[in-house]
């Protein structure tokens, strides 16, 4: 499918600002899961234990850390978020970008169930990345909504 119509300013730039916050984030959430020396100042008892969640058998996948994982999604995020990938029309790009928006959903769905209801505990940092990752998808949906007008 070629696009005809144009996403208007505001969704790249809304974009943009969105991954860079979840860059950000995971980037924290990077560092705390390579270093022991720097604290996640998150309670680490009780529901809100941010400990007991980066810690735990399902932070890896594949052995590679579930942050540095979000940290690749934001920063790949952030260059489809760029003007210039907004007034591509090459279709795989923008349903590329669409799909990858989709996928970090995916993701997101997943590590709430796991920390509902195999962890019963919630991270904060995470909670940040998937709320992030959540608003990336529907600024994304929308923006390709507009350029398939």
Same mark, same amino acid.
């Given at each position: 499918?070629?696009?005809? $119509?144009?996403?208007?300013?505001?969704?790249?730039?809304?974009?943009? =600002?969105? %991954?860079?916050?979840?860059?950000? @984030?995971?980037?924290?959430?990077?560092?705390?899961?390579?270093?022991?020396?720097?604290?996640?100042?998150?309670? @680490?008892? $009780?529901?809100? +234990?941010?400990?007991?969640?980066? %810690?735990? =058998?399902? =932070?890896?996948?594949?052995?590679?850390?579930?942050?540095?994982?979000?940290? $690749?999604? /934001?920063?790949?995020?952030?260059?489809?978020?760029?003007?210039?990938?907004?007034?591509?029309? +090459?279709?795989?790009?923008?349903? !590329?970008?669409?799909?990858?928006?989709?996928? !970090?959903?995916?993701?997101?769905?997943?590590?709430?169930?796991?920390?509902?209801?195999?962890?019963? %505990?919630?991270?904060?940092?995470?909670?940040?990345?998937?709320?992030?990752?959540?608003?990336? /998808?529907?600024?994304?949906?929308? $923006?390709?909504?507009?350029?398939?007008?």
């Amino acid at each position: 499918m070629e696009s005809h $119509g144009r996403a208007a300013s505001w969704i790249s730039w809304l974009g943009v =600002s969105l %991954a860079a916050l979840g860059i950000a @984030d995971a980037t924290w959430l990077t560092i705390t899961h390579y270093t022991a020396k720097v604290a996640l100042v998150c309670p @680490d008892t $009780g529901i809100i +234990n941010c400990a007991k969640v980066t %810690a735990s =058998s399902y =932070s890896m996948i594949l052995g590679i850390p579930v942050a540095l994982l979000g940290l $690749g999604f /934001f920063v790949t995020m952030l260059l489809l978020q760029l003007p210039a990938a907004w007034q591509t029309k +090459n279709s795989y790009l923008i349903w !590329g970008r669409l799909a990858l928006a989709a996928s !970090g959903i995916l993701m997101v769905f997943w590590l709430v169930y796991v920390e509902l209801f195999r962890l019963n %505990a919630i991270c904060l940092y995470c909670t940040g990345s998937h709320v992030l990752a959540f608003l990336l /998808f529907v600024v994304t949906a929308i $923006g390709t909504a507009q350029l398939a007008e």
